[in-house]
């Protein structure tokens, strides 16, 4: 599945959700700054200190932007696209298809699509806000010529949907940041923030163990979580261990989505 001499593939994902994700959780919010800071956070110093680690490092990613975050933060946006990284669907809102109705998911998708269009990306992918799917989303992406979703946790490696084929990238809890970096000031008190450490060595040893076995390693991730100052450095230190691996494919979702597009086709014939 993966090019030529490549034992396994990776690709380095970003919810970049600043204040929509908190507004979707009660639409409130939005009228209390305190709150909407953490995601504010996000746009202001996350997004930069990643761009400047990807750019070090010579790596390009994907981020997955609600449309209405890239009308607040339109030029985030440029700097995300200018420094070659991919621009991917997550919703126009950060409401959960699960709690639309069919309409309004469609509608959020077209209205995401034009929004992201507009500031010059061509999505090709899909990760939804929560990795929550509706009754018909598959359909709807299909429907507006979509080739991926990276949403869900059944796999270690891309697999075609059917009958939309859509071919999803799986992903997992383990490999997001937000399990063991999410905090807020609600159900969270009794949970711990885990230290860089604990998550470097989570991701580590999953990396390893999947690349051995040849699969698809998606590592989701969020500007306001990883973007602290500490796990930017963990992040860094995880990249150049990822890197070391010469055998490894390491690409944006959308190179990766269009490979297995290619290598499942040839497989179907
Ligand atoms: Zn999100």
Redesign the pocket.
Known sequence: MWPEGKRAAAALTF???AE??WIAEDPANVRRPGVLSQGTYGAKVGVPLILELLARHDLRATF?V?GRVAERHPGRVEEILAGGHELGL??FT?RSPARLGDDEEADELDHSIAVLSGLGAKPTGY?S??WDFGDHTLGLLAARGLLYSSNLMDDIRPYRHEPSGIIELPVQWMLDDAPHFWFDNGASWPKKISTPSEVLEIWRAEFSAMHRLGALFVLTM?PQLIGRPSRVEMLDEFVTFVRSHGDLWLATAGEIAAAADAALNVRDV
């Open positions: 919810d970049f959700d929509e994700v997955f609600p997550h919703g950060h990760r806000p929560s969020h």
